[in-house]
Each structure stands twice: as structure tokens, then as C-alpha cells.
């Protein structure tokens, strides 16, 4: 088995081991993580020998999960009965979130997607109330919609070039079947991903998930469809990928409108920041050669940040922001400082990292829109803060101690990124 | 001393992570741990000015999808100056705060704030190249937009925060961009001008255009002046230290560096001097109709910067960067000075309420006055005059209408800040009870005018030392004017007969603070609504976005259809497009 294998393989145990445990871990959070975090630990640890960017994304991928594991006493505190289904799905949904980045032919990335894509349903639909219900229910329907395409474009291909793998642009310049095809698949990752015009769904689960597990919706999604699509656009070339620039750049100003208008609602807010971030991936990916490497860059920035929001709001329906408390507070703050690209954080490198790439293979007006959709973000990004950091000083609310460990490996995360961009960058272009 | 100057960012960090933690905890002391640093900064900065040499850090690869990855930091006489105004200006009002925030309940997050800024302004003037740049640019707008929403209770703050944080954006992104297009391994500061990093697309003209747009925003130039006026919003001390001194002067200071760059673009720097000038005259004219004291002073402050960006687009940027130091001190003195009337009045900063109530502070009248003297260019006792004339001279000599236009403008000048010096400070009061004396925080404030003053009187006779140590770096410089010049005198005689009519018409009239007559006068919040263009800009913006996330209503029938229509629209647009 190569290494991606086994960390499917140990992550899939992992799941099925706290399925069977379901009577000791239910109603018990703290059972429910150090009996599923190991899981995740080792599947990081034997997905890491696996060639990069694979590697890179493997590593990306448990970690989300593991914050994710790591808030599952928080989220005790929102749905107490659904502690240890949770801790599975999370376990189980990166499993398909791995099978989907590392797949070698496109049959297995759409077992993976399934996976990632159902278990991300679940995962929002167990979300207390009836909101989140309705919005993983359109997710799901939206999802299948899109599933559907996916499937009628798989058959597309495989009648034009006899095989599941993924076709090269000789191939799609050969046979209109087979661009058929790949431009249907290509909408079912854009799906997962999160770009318009086929994100409606994803903006209402992001909204409505609770916190401790929306982070890992949002990452674990996005970090295994930019390497799945970055895979698609490098084998069908030029012609996708251009398609998949003006996608991206539509995406940015669509999110960036969108969450400008979201003075009051912060969960929205992020929300559709979260399509605007999926457009700088769809840039990226459009943008040349080195394009796709960017954009897993980019995907596994956008992870760590986007955890480290969503683990400093966990445990809070609506987030009062002066009252928040000081350690909850200042991560807020670093994250909402790196989402935006305030440098020296990671959120700033990958945003021009992406600017570099698109000046080159992409052209003049994608890069415009896109530094735009960079710099205005701070109008929606830093409103709060404000606010935020007068709760620092303010009434002083004491973090659960259960908070500590996830927010902490997040905000080290951010850090380190933010430090040591290269590292990363690295293992991204190193294939 | 130069080695040590180029890490000397990292100096007020210390006090940042002290006071954030909240030593000492004594809340009469807070912000005492964060005192150290800015004294240091101004004591390194001066010897390294002294001793001279360069030194040049680079740490390469550091950020590998880059031109210019690097960490490059340079210190050079140019970065010491600059420094060494950071580190007196920021050193004085730090003093000054003690006293003006004593009372106030998130004194420790200012100081934090502060330290923040300092830091970050550092890094921008250590910058060797765009990246590293790039950092200390962002972190500078950062700090601004906290201070200025630092009060966050208080009505429009907030607002006025965002509008410097929309202003910042649009020069960050210029920035931003040509971190981004520069030809690989191009991005030091001091080799954008070689060949080489001219021959990306649109050549030096663009790269030029780029910084150009960036500066603009950082110093309120153009049509970019909105935000600066609002900025007041924030403490006074602020006003002083980064709306005033430092912060909207790295705009001066980015073009001062890439001067050789400019040199290869003529028809920017022309934009340059032509902006420069119109900023100058249109702020000098918009400050006279304002009603609140700090607005006024922050009129004459974009002004000023007019003054400086049409020096560095005559291609004198030495003059340019001459005004930047004695303004520094000066315009510093005119806020702390109006700070400690505004303190003494609770906090009141209407012209109508504060008439009359700067006799009751001698410390502040006396400086102020000074200030203003060193603004229309005193010949001799003042530092404003040698750096103006020197402007004015080189100006005249290059582009003589727009010489003559910044010496003309000097009359206006004399205007409004006799109207704001006779309004405040020569005008009976109206009601002398509205001034409180609280001896124990007026005292910082007080001593904290007086390095100030000297600096605005003396500071003038350093320029032929200070053409000395820079030539290696500006190349060739042009002779300055001699201290007593017949266009300095004329410039002098515009702006004395200005201050003298403003103080004829203003002390006589007893109600008269606006200019035109009928112009309501605003009474106690002052409002910080955004300026014309921008109301437009922005109401459109938010319309459009709320109209777009109407469209997100919750209706699955209507996704579906989106996804739809959305497609055909991103197919129609590319085929249009190609």
C-alpha cells in the first residue's frame, strides 16, 4: 500500500473504532478525542512519506481534523448527544478528503468527494436547530445536483478516451465528448470548492454550522478540491484552466460584495469570505504551470486560518464580541488579521503568492480584480476589532480549559506559517 | 551604530508584550513599561546619523515565491533621519500621553497601539525592499485605523477608521502590485531603477505610477485627501505622532527613496508636482471653512505634504524631504499645543467652543504660536522658512508655474492658521469657566512643547549638514536658498499679510468662526461623514453589495437556477473577452 493508502486506511479504522465504542464515548467529549485523535496523529504521520504535494496535503488535512477533534468538548456544549458521531465523521471525512487530493484516476475522486462531501452534510446537519438542518439539507440536494453532472461527465470521458484517468489536453482537443466531460467535472470539484456560481449551498452550511465544526467544513473541502483540480487543470491545460480564471476572479468579487455587506452578522461574514478565499484558489489554479502548486499553497494557508477563527469562536452561538475573553480575543484577532492579509501573517504570503502567478500566466484584469478583492477585504475583516480588543481589557470572561489546546495549535500554526512561509511553499512546488 | 539601527524596529516590541500583559499593573502606571523604547530609537538613530556608513541586512529565500524574496533591511543616513524624527516625535508625545490619557480606562491598549505603530513605522523606513516594505506599510495603516477607532463609544469613529483603512487599501494595493510584477530578483528599493527591473511590462513609467499611487494614499495627496481630515477622530496625541509627523509623511519618504526611478519617469513626476500643488492650495482653502480646531490643523497638514510631493516631483527631492524634518517638529507642536486646550476644555474641539479658551494655557499659547510662525516660513528664527523657500526656489527654477503657484499659496496658509491661532487663542472667550486646569497632567504635556519648540525655531541651520551627510545618496542636489532670499521674504510677506487679516477679521467679529457667512456652525460632536466622491463610491458599494446578497435568500429553487445562470454568464464573459 502506498502512503496515502494507509492513511485512509487508518483514518477509516479510526472511524469505525468509535462507531463501535459509541456506548463509552457518548455523552463523554473528552473520551470521544483521545480515543479519535490518535487516529488522526498517526494518519498525519504515515501520510507525510507520501510524495508532495500529497504529503503536504495529507498533513494539512489531519491537522484540520485534529483541531476539529481537539474543540469536540466545546461542541458537548452546543449538541450533547452527537459528541461521538462527530468525532467519526470528522475521521471519516478526511479520509475522503484524502482519497480525493491524492487520487490517481478520477473514479477515486469521486469515492473520495462522496465521502468528504456527505460526511460534511452530516456534520452540519447535527448542528443544534433547525437552522442548520435546512441549510445541510440544500447542501445536500445542491450536492446531489452537482454529483449528478460529475457522474454524467465521468461516463463522458471514459466514452471519449476509454479509461478513468485524468485526460490530457490532447484528448479533450481530440474528442468535444471528452471537454464535455472534464468541464462537468470540473464543476462537481468547483462544488466542493465552493465557486460561483455553485457555492449557494456551502454559504448557508458555513453559516449555520456550529463553530467547532465549521472550520473543519470549510478547510477540509477546499484544501482536497484545489489539489484535485489542480491535478484536472495541469492534465487538460490551457483552455480550463482560463476558464477556471475568470471563475475565480467572478468568485473573488462575488464574496467580497457579499461579505461587505455583512456589517452586523459575523458567521455571514466569514462565510462569504470563505467564497471569496475559494476564488483566489480558482485563480490560482487557472494560472499557469505553476498555478496549481499555488493554490494547495494557498488551500493549506487557508486551512490553518481558518481554524484558528472558527476554534476561537467555538462554544458560542452568537459571538458577543466584547465579551469574549482575552485568549479568545487576540486568536480571533490573528486570524481575522491573517484571513484578510495583513502582513507578516500566512494569509499575506499566499495572497501574493497568488498575485505573482496571476500576473504571469493569467493577465492584467484577473490580477486587478484580485488585488482589490485583497486590500478591500480589510473593510469587512477588521471592522470588528475594534470592538474585539476592548474585550482584552474588558468584563473578563475565563476560557473553558477545554478551548485551550485546540485555539492554541491553531494560533501556533498560523504562526508558524506566517514565519516560515517557504517551508510550506516548498513541499507545495516539489512535485 | 549602524548594524544596530537596522534591527532598531524590534525596539518598542519589548514594551509592547510588558504593557499587553499588563506590567506594571498599577493602572496609574500603565504604559510605563512602554516608555524606553522610542528614547532608544532616537538615541541610535542620531549616533548612527553621526558616525555615517551604511549596513544592509538580507536574509534570501525567505519568502520563495517572490522577485524579490528576501528579507532585506537598509540602514543608511536616509533611514537614520527618518528614524531619528520617529524616535524624537514619538518620544515627546509618549511624554505628552502620560498626561493626556491619564484618565482614560484603556490607557494600556493605547500605549499598546502605539508601540504597534512605532514598530511597524520602523520597519517601513528600514525597508530594503518591496516585501519587506510592504509590511511596515500595511502595519502602519493597521495602527491608524485602531487609534483612530479608538474610541469606539464615541459616534463616527468607527467610520472615520474604515475610510483610512479604504484610503490605505488602494495604495497597499498599488503596492502590492508591484511587489507582485517586478521582473524575477528585482525588488530592492535602491536598484528599481536598473534596467533590468524597468523591462517588465509597462517599464519604469508603471513602476513609477505604482509607488506614486501608493505614497498618495499614505500622505493624502489628490483625491485621496479624505481621510486624513477624519483621522482626528482619534486622540490627540495621534494626530500628532502619525497624522502629522511620521506616518503620512512615508508617502515623502517612499518617493525621496525611489527618486532615481522617478527620474526615469517624467511624466509621473509632472503628475507628482501637479498634484502636489493642487493638494496644497485646494487643503490650504478647505481648511479655512473648517469649525473644528483639529480638521483645521489637519487641512494644514495635507497641505504641507502638498508642499513636500511638489519639491519630489520638481526632482528636488532633497527640499522635499528638508520640509519633512522641520515639519515634523512644527506641525507636532501645533497638535500637542491645540491638545492641551482640547484636554482642558473636557475634551470639547469646536472652534465656537473653544474661542477665547487658549489664553488660559500659556504653554500652549506660546507654542502654537511658534508653530505657526515656523508654518508661513519666519525667515531666521524659524525652521519652516529654510525648508519652504528651499522647495519654493527649487520649484521655480524647474517648473516655474508651479513655483510661483506654492509661493502664491503662502498667503493661504497665512490665513488659516491666523484664524485658527486668532480664534483660539487672541479671541475674548465666551465663557471663561469652560476651562479646567488639572496641574498634574498638564504638566507632561507642557514640557513635553518645549524640544518641540526648539526644534521648530533652530532645526532649519541643520540643512547644509544634512545635504552633506545625504548627497551620497540623493545624488545631485540642488544649492539651498541662503537664509535671507528675497522670494523667501516675499513668501514670508504673503503669509504674514494672511495671518494679519485673519487676525484682524477674527479678533474683531465676536462671533465669527466661519468663513463664509451663513455656514452652519456644527456644535459639539464633531462629524467625521466622508467627503463627496467617496459618500458617492461607497453608498454605491454597499448598495450593490446588499443587492447581491438579497440574491442569497434561502431558496433552493433559486440556487439551482443560479448555478445556471451564473454559468452561462461566466461562459458569455469569457467568450467576450477573448
Known amino acids: 500500500m502506498t502512503p496515502p493508502q494507509q492513511a485512509i486506511v487508518v483514518l477509516v479504522v479510526g472511524a469505525i473504532v468509535v462507531l463501535l465504542m459509541v456506548g463509552v464515548v457518548s455523552g463523554h467529549p473528552l473520551r470521544a478525542t483521545v480515543l479519535s485523535l490518535p487516529f488522526g496523529v498517526v494518519a498525519a504521520v504515515v501520510g507525510i512519506q507520501s510524495p508532495h504535494p500529497f504529503g503536504l496535503a495529507i498533513v494539512g488535512l489531519c491537522g484540520v481534523a485534529c483541531v476539529g477533534l481537539l474543540l469536540l468538548p466545546v461542541l458537548d456544549a452546543e449538541v450533547p448527544a452527537h459528541v461521538a458521531e462527530a468525532a467519526a465523521l470528522l475521521l471519516l471525512g478526511t479520509a475522503g478528503a484524502v482519497a480525493l487530493a491524492t487520487a490517481t484516476d478520477l473514479l477515486q475522486a469521486?469515492?473520495?468527494?462522496?465521502?468528504?462531501?456527505?460526511?460534511?452534510?452530516?456534520?452540519?446537519?447535527?448542528?443544534?436547530?433547525?437552522?442548520?438542518?435546512?441549510?445541510?439539507?440544500?447542501?445536500?440536494?445542491?450536492?446531489?445536483?452537482?454529483?449528478?453532472?460529475?457522474?454524467?461527465?465521468?461516463?463522458?470521458?471514459?466514452?471519449?478516451?476509454?479509461?478513468?484517468?485524468?485526460?490530457?489536453?490532447?484528448?479533450?482537443?481530440?474528442?468535444?465528448?471528452?471537454?464535455?466531460?472534464?468541464?462537468?467535472?470540473?464543476?462537481?470539484?468547483?462544488?466542493?470548492?465552493?465557486?460561483?456560481?455553485?457555492?449557494?449551498?456551502?454559504?448557508?452550511?458555513?453559516?449555520?454550522?456550529?463553530?467547532?465544526?465549521?472550520?473543519?467544513?470549510?478547510?477540509?473541502?477546499?484544501?482536497?478540491?484545489?489539489?484535485?483540480?489542480?491535478?484536472?487543470?495541469?492534465?487538460?491545460?490551457?483552455?480550463?484552466?482560463?476558464?477556471?480564471?475568470?471563475?475565480?476572479?467572478?468568485?473573488?468579487?462575488?464574496?467580497?460584495?457579499?461579505?461587505?455587506?455583512?456589517?452586523?452578522?459575523?458567521?455571514?461574514?466569514?462565510?462569504?469570505?470563505?467564497?471569496?478565499?475559494?476564488?483566489?484558489?480558482?485563480?490560482?489554479?487557472?494560472?499557469?504551470?505553476?498555478?496549481?502548486?499555488?493554490?494547495?499553497?494557498?488551500?493549506?494557508?487557508?486551512?490553518?486560518?481558518?481554524?484558528?477563527?472558527?476554534?476561537?469562536?467555538?462554544?458560542?452561538?452568537?459571538?458577543?464580541?466584547?465579551?469574549?475573553?482575552?485568549?479568545?480575543?487576540?486568536?480571533?484577532?490573528?486570524?481575522?488579521?491573517?484571513?484578510?492579509?495583513?502582513?507578516?501573517?500566512?494569509?499575506?504570503?499566499?495572497?501574493?503568492?497568488?498575485?505573482?502567478?496571476?500576473?504571469?500566466?493569467?493577465?492584467?484584469?484577473?490580477?486587478?480584480?484580485?488585488?482589490?478583492?485583497?486590500?478591500?477585504?480589510?473593510?469587512?475583516?477588521?471592522?470588528?476589532?475594534?470592538?474585539?480588543?476592548?474585550?482584552?481589557?474588558?468584563?473578563?470572561?475565563?476560557?473553558?480549559?477545554?478551548?485551550?489546546?485546540?485555539?492554541?495549535?491553531?494560533?501556533?500554526?498560523?504562526?508558524?506559517?506566517?514565519?516560515?512561509?517557504?517551508?510550506?511553499?516548498?513541499?507545495?512546488?516539489?512535485? | 551604530m549602524m548594524p544596530l539601527l537596522a534591527w532598531s524596529w524590534v525596539f518598542t516590541l519589548p514594551g509592547l508584550l510588558l504593557t499587553a500583559l499588563g506590567v506594571p499593573s498599577s493602572r496609574n502606571k500603565a504604559g510605563y513599561a512602554s516608555l524606553a523604547g522610542p528614547p532608544l530609537l532616537l538615541l541610535v538613530a542620531l549616533a548612527a546619523l553621526l558616525n555615517g556608513g551604511s549596513y544592509a541586512v538580507a536574509f534570501d529565500n525567505w519568502l520563495p515565491f517572490l522577485p524579490d524574496g528576501a528579507y532585506r533591511a537598509l540602514a543608511d543616513p536616509l533611514s537614520a533621519l527618518l528614524l531619528a524624527i520617529l524616535g524624537f516625535v514619538a518620544t515627546l508625545v509618549y511624554f505628552y500621553s502620560l498626561g493626556y490619557m491619564a484618565t482614560d480606562p484603556a490607557r494600556r491598549r493605547f500605549f499598546v497601539y502605539l508601540d504597534l505603530f512605532v514598530a511597524a513605522m520602523a520597519l517601513l523606513v528600514l525597508a530594503g525592499n518591496l516585501a519587506v516594505l510592504l509590511i511596515g506599510w500595511t502595519g502602519v495603516g493597521i495602527s491608524s485605523f485602531l487609534l483612530i477607532s479608538f474610541w469606539r463609544d464615541r459616534p463616527g469613529t468607527l467610520s472615520a477608521g474604515l475610510q483610512a483603512l479604504a484610503a490605505n487599501a488602494i495604495g497597499d494595493g498599488a503596492l502590492l502590485l508591484a511587489a507582485s510584477i517586478v521582473p524575477t530578483g528585482c525588488g530592492a528599493l535602491v536598484t528599481l531603477q536598473t534596467p533590468r527591473c524597468t523591462g517588465g511590462p509597462g517599464g519604469a513609467e508603471f513602476l513609477a505610477l505604482l509607488l506614486f499611487v501608493a505614497a498618495a494614499a499614505k500622505s493624502a495627496q489628490g483625491p485621496l485627501y479624505f481621510w486624513l481630515p477624519n483621522a482626528m477622530a482619534g486622540p490627540t496625541p495621534i494626530s500628532a505622532l502619525i497624522h502629522a509627523a511620521t506616518m503620512v509623511a512615508a508617502g515623502v519618504y517612499l518617493l525621496v527613496r525611489s527618486h532615481a526611478l522617478l527620474a526615469l519617469a517624467p511624466e509621473v513626476s509632472l503628475a507628482i508636482a501637479v498634484i502636489g500643488v493642487a493638494t496644497a492650495l485646494g487643503a490650504s482653502v478647505a481648511s479655512l471653512y473648517q469649525t473644528n480646531f483639529k480638521k483645521g490643523i489637519a487641512y494644514s497638514t495635507v497641505a504641507q505634504l502638498g508642499y513636500m510631493f511638489a519639491g519630489v516631483g520638481v526632482g528636488a527631492p532633497f527640499a522635499g524631504l528638508f520640509h519633512l524634518f522641520t515639519h515634523a517638529s512644527f506641525k507636532a507642536l501645533l497638535f500637542l499645543a491645540a491638545g492641551i486646550v482640547i484636554h482642558g476644555a473636557g475634551g470639547r474641539e469646536s472652534l465656537s467652543e473653544l474661542r477665547g479658551l487658549g489664553r488660559f494655557f500659556p504653554f500652549s499659547r506660546v507654542g502654537f504660536l511658534i508653530g505657526s510662525l515656523a508654518l508661513i516660513g519666519t525667515p531666521l528664527v524659524t525652521a519652516g522658512s529654510f525648508s519652504k523657500d528651499a522647495i519654493i526656489d527649487a520649484a521655480i527654477a524647474k517648473q516655474p508655474i508651479i513655483g510661483w503657484l506654492l509661493l502664491a499659496g503662502v498667503i493661504l496658509t497665512g490665513l488659516y492658521i491666523g484664524r485658527l491661532f486668532s480664534i483660539v487663542y487672541l479671541a475674548p472667550p465666551v465663557d471663561v469657566h469652560a476651562a479646567h486646569h488639572d496641574a498634574q497632567s498638564e504638566r507632561p504635556m507642557n514640557w513635553s512643547l518645549v524640544p518641540l519648540m526648539v526644534g521648530a525655531i533652530a532645526f532649519g541651520w541643520l540643512g547644509s549638514w544634512l545635504q552633506a551627510t545625504l548627497a551620497p545618496l540623493l545624488g545631485e542636489i540642488e544649492a539651498l536658498p541662503p537664509p535671507i532670499d528675497p522670494r523667501g521674504l516675499l513668501a514670508f510677506a504673503l503669509g504674514a499679510v494672511g495671518f494679519g487679516l485673519a487676525w484682524w477679521y477674527f479678533t474683531r467679529r465676536a462671533e465669527a468662526v466661519a468663513m463664509a457667512p451663513g455656514q452652519p456652525v456644527a456644535e459639539g460632536e464633531p462629524t467625521y461623514r466622508a467627503a463627496g466622491w467617496v459618500s458617492v463610491l461607497a453608498d454605491a458599494g454597499y448598495a450593490v453589495a446588499r443587492s447581491l446578497s438579497r440574491v442569497q435568500s434561502g431558496g433552493l429553487p433559486r440556487y439551482a437556477m443560479g448555478s445556471f445562470i451564473g454559468l452561462a454568464l461566466i461562459l458569455l464573459l469569457r467568450e467576450a473577452i477573448r
Open chain 1, 110 to 431: 469521486v469515492v473520495g468527494l462522496e465521502t468528504l462531501a456527505l460526511s460534511a452534510v452530516i456534520l452540519v446537519a447535527i448542528s443544534a436547530g433547525g437552522r442548520p438542518l435546512e441549510a445541510a439539507f440544500k447542501y445536500f440536494v445542491l450536492g446531489a445536483i452537482s454529483l449528478a453532472g460529475l457522474l454524467y461527465g465521468l461516463g463522458l470521458i471514459y466514452l471519449g478516451t476509454g479509461s478513468f484517468a485524468f485526460p490530457s489536453a490532447a484528448q479533450i482537443a481530440s474528442s468535444p465528448l471528452t471537454l464535455a466531460g472534464v468541464v462537468l467535472v470540473g464543476m462537481g470539484f468547483a462544488f466542493e470548492l465552493a465557486l460561483f456560481p455553485f457555492h449557494w449551498g456551502a454559504l448557508d452550511a458555513y453559516t449555520a454550522a456550529a463553530p467547532s465544526l465549521a472550520g473543519f467544513v470549510m478547510s477540509a473541502s477546499k484544501l482536497a478540491a484545489a489539489l484535485v483540480l489542480g491535478r484536472l487543470v495541469l492534465a487538460a491545460g490551457v483552455e480550463v484552466g482560463q476558464l477556471l480564471v475568470w471563475i475565480g476572479s467572478l468568485t473573488i468579487v462575488w464574496g467580497t460584495f457579499g461579505a461587505i455587506a455583512q456589517a452586523a452578522d459575523l458567521r455571514r461574514m466569514l462565510a462569504y469570505s470563505a467564497i471569496t478565499h475559494a476564488g483566489f484558489i480558482g485563480l490560482a489554479l487557472g494560472s499557469g504551470a505553476n498555478g496549481p502548486a499555488t493554490a494547495a499553497f494557498y488551500a493549506a494557508v487557508y486551512g490553518s486560518m481558518a481554524m484558528l477563527v472558527f476554534a476561537a469562536l467555538a462554544g458560542s452561538g452568537e459571538p458577543e464580541l466584547r465579551s469574549m475573553g482575552r485568549l479568545r480575543a487576540v486568536a480571533l484577532g490573528l486570524g481575522l488579521f491573517s484571513l484578510s492579509g495583513i502582513p507578516p501573517t500566512p494569509g499575506f504570503w499566499a495572497k501574493l503568492a497568488v498575485l505573482v502567478v496571476a500576473w504571469q500566466a493569467a493577465g492584467p484584469l484577473p490580477t486587478l480584480i484580485a488585488v482589490a478583492g485583497g486590500v478591500f477585504s480589510v473593510l469587512y475583516y477588521l471592522r470588528p476589532l475594534p470592538d474585539l480588543f476592548a474585550a482584552v481589557r474588558g468584563t473578563q470572561v475565563t476560557p473553558r480549559p477545554v478551548l485551550v489546546p485546540g485555539v492554541m495549535v491553531a494560533v501556533l500554526a498560523v504562526v508558524g506559517l506566517g514565519l516560515f512561509p517557504g517551508v510550506i511553499w516548498a513541499l507545495a512546488v516539489s512535485s
